[in-house]
């Protein structure tokens, strides 16, 4: 007697076994073993929930943030390639100073706490 299940060819993305029905995960529309859905980083177990994903490549929240967050951009500089650094742009330190001079509020001290005293805080 033949049967007509023929199983199944989906491919787990991380190992490239066969993933079947009952073990079977998907997330950015690919495919892996629920054993394989792990942080590239840290190989911890990933939910559905608590994972994110750059190129393809899957990590738990915080490392997510620790390596993709930190600077602001996604430079792909964490995995040991030197990060390009972008040329600064020359100031000029008399400028710079008048500028930083306005913004650097007050440097009163309170008499009972020693904390700086903001403007809006002191008693006349």
Known sequence: MAT???GTTTKCNACDKTVYLVDKLTADNRVYHKA???CHHCK???KLANYNSFEGVLYCRPHF???FKRTGSLDKSFE???KVVKPERNV???NATKVSSAFA???EKCFGCTKTVYPIERLL
């Open 4 to 6: 007509s299940f023929q």
């Open 36 to 38: 394989c859905f792990r």
């Open 44 to 46: 911890g177990t990933l």
């Open 65 to 67: 943030d620790q390596l």
């Open 80 to 82: 040991g390639t030197p």
């Open 92 to 94: 000029g330190n008399e």
């Open 105 to 107: 509020g007050t440097r």
